[in-house]
């Protein structure tokens, strides 16, 4: 299956909140949606989950339009939010049943989640009787109650302690294995790059970059290296280098150098060990998400 | 249809497991079983009392010989302004009570009443003047005017005497036993009243209380933001619609439970109520009238509960619900208003009645009362019925457009003519998902 988002756009009033977004997650994959707050993510969910309508554009499913009836979907809403003076075990039956699962399927599925959360003491409480941690992995429980083949998430990650927000990696990790949709949205890099192949970062309302993460990382310069050096002997390698014409930086403690060509980075750093400076370790730079994230949003603070 | 199932199916739940909803409930019915059963309970913890029935006093020496006590109303008759004749005439007249004819002054018979000596004193003074005398004058207390009519009645013997009329002549006129009888060719409404009062109050309480309830209750959803996950997975009519029959049904179980048991609880003490011409009236309703409550009901109950709903739909947050809806509830107040004073002044088919009993937000209680009250043409009926049910199913679907929309609106309740744009974007969308699902 393919789910794609095509040319979105959407106005709430006289503010444009979607200016033509597009991007696409296929089975199997996951595709993380990034953006700052205000970026127009939740608004793309919603369009997707049909809260409410697109101004134009399409929501399409192998090509077709994507009808939410014909298929089993986990929704978390950005919005988290369940009834405060009703039983867990009876709201979350309760949902299932509306997401399609017969009664006894919907009971099987709720306990077997909830067990797999650790929340099986929960099961005769009131939602307000819960740490706001807890309600948060009842929600995700919600997500997963008819065994989604479309899982969305909006910021699933937030007000998760780590422990919590491994378990979500664990579940949405396994979701993905199985073969299942998988969309989120979120501004927790770190979290994001762990798990996720593709991405698309939203920007006021536009898709700025919508690739694999690791091709993408890929992409930036291979002859930017960094170097860790033992021995608090990083001045002497940068001094070692910029006297052999090469320019080279001390930044946090590792040495940044860029080469003139990949094919001389063997030698350079075999004169770099031969002039008595440690090479503990080398690699070439990567950015991380952050710094990608920042590179394509900062531009327009 | 199975989503409209397992949201009623839900919500009925909730009902049935609330703790207001249970204790409401017992509550009601504990007060009705008391309240009924009022009569073999005080029976239960009074002593048994043999009243012997007082046989009439014919001579004015027995008036004299009572022993002074508790009970007893001492009389005075100052220099013999009554004759003896009219003092057996106001003894007899004073029922239930014991009077004692005095020589003691009226000094010492007020010392006397205030330590007890005597329940009460009547002083006669002069041949209109009379004085009663009582330790407290309690809020039942209708002896001044029974005190009232049997002098009335003493003076007017003792100047026919005067003119020279026999005894038996003046009790001829005083009493000539006229009687009355009534061909009723409509509704008694001595009998109607005080059923047609409690129906109508129980009408108005299920509609402003289920009402407010299904209010309240959307508006939790949307203030506990469980709403996006409803509304993403069932359609809107299915959730209201859902919601909103589950709060009639459960409205109506309870009222049933109420009634029923106040039903029960009569027929376990029939007999302590034998002679009770008001309890009989009620108990004794006719069929039809119940059959009518049940069609008012449910109607009423809709088009107010679709109204409520929507207004739930459109505030943010559960505080706010009881302002937004005031202006649907002044209107079942109106309506209650209208009716309540019609039916107290007997008037249950003045212009404004049968005005208001087509007005569909007035017409379930009016047309009721009406009907309970008075007797309606057939065709009158099924006019107000037709156009409550045209106005409910209208109103329907507006609610569900207002709600689909509402739900899932944040911040002030919109204006007015902000709801306008919301009803119409609501249609065109309405449009919109009946081609996605």
Redesign the interface.
């Known amino acids: 299956m393919r789910l794609e988002v095509k040319q979105l756009y959407k106005n709430f009033g006289d503010k444009e909140v979607l200016k033509g977004v597009d991007f696409a997650v296929e089975s199997g994959n996951s595709l993380g949606l990034l953006g700052r707050n205000g970026a127009g993510k939740t608004t793309t969910i919603r369009i997707i989950?049909?809260?409410?309508?697109a101004d134009s554009g399409d929501v399409l499913l192998d090509g077709k339009?994507?009808?939410?009836?014909d298929f089993r979907?986990g929704?978390m809403?950005e919005?988290?939010?369940?009834?405060?003076?009703?039983l867990i075990l009876?709201?979350l039956v309760?949902?299932a049943?509306?997401?399609?699962l017969s009664l006894a399927d919907a009971k099987a599925n709720t306990l077997r989640w909830l067990g797999r959360m650790g929340l099986m003491d929960y099961l005769n409480k009131k939602v307000d009787s819960l740490s706001k941690g807890n309600q948060q992995k009842i929600q995700l429980a919600?997500a997963m109650l008819n065994d989604p083949e479309i899982l969305i998430l909006d910021e699933p990650f937030s007000g998760l302690d780590p422990v919590n927000a491994k378990l979500l990696k664990l579940i949405v990790r396994e979701t993905i294995e199985e073969g299942k949709i998988v969309l989120f949205s979120s501004h927790q890099m770190n979290y994001v790059e762990e798990f996720c192949k593709d991405i698309a970062i939203l920007n006021q309302g536009k898709i700025l970059l919508n690739t694999d993460i690791d091709k993408h990382k890929r992409s930036y310069d291979r002859r930017h290296l960094v170097l860790d050096i033992g021995g608090g002997a990083n001045k002497d390698a940068v001094a070692y280098l910029t006297g052999k014409g090469i320019r080279a930086e001390d930044v946090k403690q590792e040495v940044h150098l860029y080469v003139p060509d990949v094919k001389d980075t063997l030698g350079i750093l075999s004169g770099l060990s031969e002039s008595g400076v440690p090479i503990e370790g080398y690699r070439v730079f990567e950015p991380s998400l952050e710094d990608v994230f920042v590179e394509y949003t900062s531009e327009t603070i | 249809m199975r989503q409209f199932k397992s949201v009623f199916r839900f919500e009925l739940n909730g009902y049935f497991k609330s703790k207001p909803y249970i204790i409401m409930t017992v509550l009601l019915v504990v007060i009705l079983m008391v309240v009924l059963s009022f009569p073999n309970i005080k029976a239960f913890f009074t002593k048994e009392e043999t009243t012997v029935a007082q046989a009439p006093v014919t001579q004015v020496e027995q008036l004299a010989g009572q022993a002074s006590g508790k009970d007893v109303i001492a009389v005075v008759n100052g220099s013999g302004v009554l004759s003896d004749e009219a003092l057996v005439l106001l003894a007899n007249a004073m029922d239930g009570r014991t009077l004692r004819l005095t020589d003691e002054d009226a000094d010492a018979v007020r010392e006397q009443v205030r330590s007890g000596g005597y329940a009460g004193a009547v002083i006669v003074s002069g041949p209109k003047t009379v004085t009663y005398i009582t330790p407290n004058l309690d809020l039942n207390d209708n002896t001044v005017s029974t005190l009232y009519g049997a002098m009335t009645a003493a003076v007017r013997y003792d100047a026919l005497a005067a003119l020279g009329i026999t005894q038996a002549d003046a009790m001829a006129v005083l009493n000539p036993n006229v009687r009355v009888d009534v061909d009723n060719l409509g509704v008694s409404q001595t009998d109607t009243f005080f059923y047609t009062y409690i129906l109508l109050m129980a009408l108005y309480m299920a509609i402003v209380i289920y009402g407010q309830i299904v209010a309240t209750s959307v508006a939790t959803e949307k203030g506990s933001r469980t709403m996006e996950l409803l509304i993403t997975s069932t359609r809107p009519n299915s959730l209201l619609f859902g919601k909103i029959i589950a709060a009639g049904l459960s409205g109506l179980i309870q009222m049933f439970v109420i009634f029923g048991s106040a039903v029960l609880f009569y027929h376990l003490n029939a007999s302590a109520w034998a002679g009770n011409a008001t309890i009989a009236s009620i108990f004794n309703m006719p069929l039809p009238i119940l059959g009518y409550v049940l069609v008012f009901f449910i109607l009423g109950f809709f088009l107010y509960a679709f109204m409520f709903g929507a207004i739930g739909s459109l505030v943010s947050r559960v505080e706010d619900v009881s302002a937004s809806i005031l202006p649907v509830t002044l209107l079942i107040v109106a309506a209650f208003f209208v009716v309540i004073t019609a039916i107290t002044s007997g008037n249950a088919e003045s212009t404004m009645m049968i005005v208001c009993s087509y007005i569909p937000f007035t017409a379930p209680m009016v047309m009721f009362a009406r009907i309970a009250m008075s007797a309606p043409a057939w065709y009158e009926i099924v006019a107000s019925i037709v156009l409550l049910l045209a106005t409910t199913a209208g109103i329907g679907v507006l609610s569900a457009s207002i709600y689909r929309m509402g739900v899932l609106m944040y911040g002030k309740p919109p204006k007015p003519s902000e709801l306008i744009k919301v009803i119409r974007t609501a249609r065109k969308h309405g449009a919109i998902l009946k081609g996605s699902r």
Do not use: H, S, T, W
């Open positions: 989950m049909d809260v409410f309508a339009p994507f009808r939410q009836g979907i929704y809403p919005e988290r939010g369940l009834y405060p003076k009703r009876d709201q309760y949902l049943n509306l997401r399609g919600v």
